[in-house]
């Protein structure tokens, strides 16, 4: 069982930066690879980037690849997306996930956070 909680999000000019965190709380967290998804409006939920327990091994959408940076702090159970040169097509509800895949399936997920708005305006 993982409860995930995230915050940070909000309103940011295109071409910047935000930082979106995920509380993650439960047992044996180091059993399940980390996920950021997002949803725009009248869209489908997709794949933005995993991690696993130890950092080891990442994934990202091609989309977001050298912008955004998934990254984990295991010691506080914190996992973050660092979002750089945002764009206003970034415009989404970033959703947090944990699960047992690093590949991009949504179904390999099957805890999600209530997800936190990000805004990019141009």
């Known amino acids: 069982q993982v409860q995930l909680v995230e915050s940070g999000g909000g309103l940011v000019q295109a071409g910047g930066s935000r930082r979106v965190s995920c509380a993650v709380s439960?047992?044996?967290?180091?059993?399940?690879?980390m996920a950021w998804f997002r949803q725009a409006p009248g869209k489908e939920r997709e794949f933005v980037a995993s991690?696993?327990?130890?950092?080891?091994?990442?994934n990202y959408a091609d989309t977001i690849k050298g912008r955004f940076t998934i990254s984990r702090d295991n010691a506080n159970n914190l996992v973050y997306l660092q979002m750089d040169s945002l764009k206003p097509e970034d415009t989404a509800v970033y959703y947090c996930?944990?699960?047992?895949?690093?590949?991009?399936?949504?179904?390999?997920?099957?805890?999600w956070g209530q997800g936190t708005q990000v805004s990019v305006s141009s």
């Open positions: 996930a944990a699960g047992w895949a690093i590949a991009a399936q949504e179904t390999s997920f099957g805890y």
């Open positions: 439960g047992r044996a967290l180091r059993t399940y690879i």
């Open positions: 991690i696993t327990w130890s950092g080891s091994t990442t």
